[in-house]
């Protein structure tokens, strides 16, 4: 996951990662420029945070909800979908 320091939706993206159990390893965009430029290139040159990768999948977390997320991670095929 790139993020920053001061996303409020970076650490609402990693409190739901947690409760799902789902392992993520996070990156800090101000800290590494090169991760700031891979940002930029998976979201069309939007410096948008969080960005969540999975492979070759990736996607722009911002106005991050947990449908969104849940969402995302069963397109990639991290979770299934919950039924009822």
Same mark, same amino acid.
């Given at each position: 996951?790139?993020? %920053?320091?001061?996303? =409020?939706?970076?650490?609402?993206? +990693? *409190?739901?990662?947690?409760?799902?159990?789902? !392992?993520? *390893?996070?990156?800090?965009?101000?800290?590494? !420029?090169?991760?700031?430029?891979?940002?930029?290139?998976?979201?069309? =040159?939007?410096?948008?945070? !969080?960005?969540?990768?999975?492979?070759?999948?990736? %996607?722009?977390?911002?106005?991050?909800?947990?449908? +969104?997320? +849940? =969402?995302?991670?069963?397109?990639?095929?991290?979770?299934? !979908?919950?039924? =009822?």
């Amino acid at each position: 996951m790139y993020s %920053t320091s001061w996303c =409020g939706d970076c650490r609402a993206a +990693k *409190h739901a990662l947690e409760a799902l159990g789902i !392992p993520y *390893h996070e990156i800090d965009i101000d800290r590494h !420029p090169e991760a700031e430029q891979r940002v930029l290139e998976v979201n069309g =040159g939007r410096r948008s945070v !969080p960005t969540l990768v999975y492979g070759s999948h990736a %996607t722009s977390m911002s106005r991050f909800s947990v449908a +969104k997320l +849940k =969402g995302w991670l069963n397109e990639v095929g991290l979770v299934q !979908p919950q039924s =009822g």
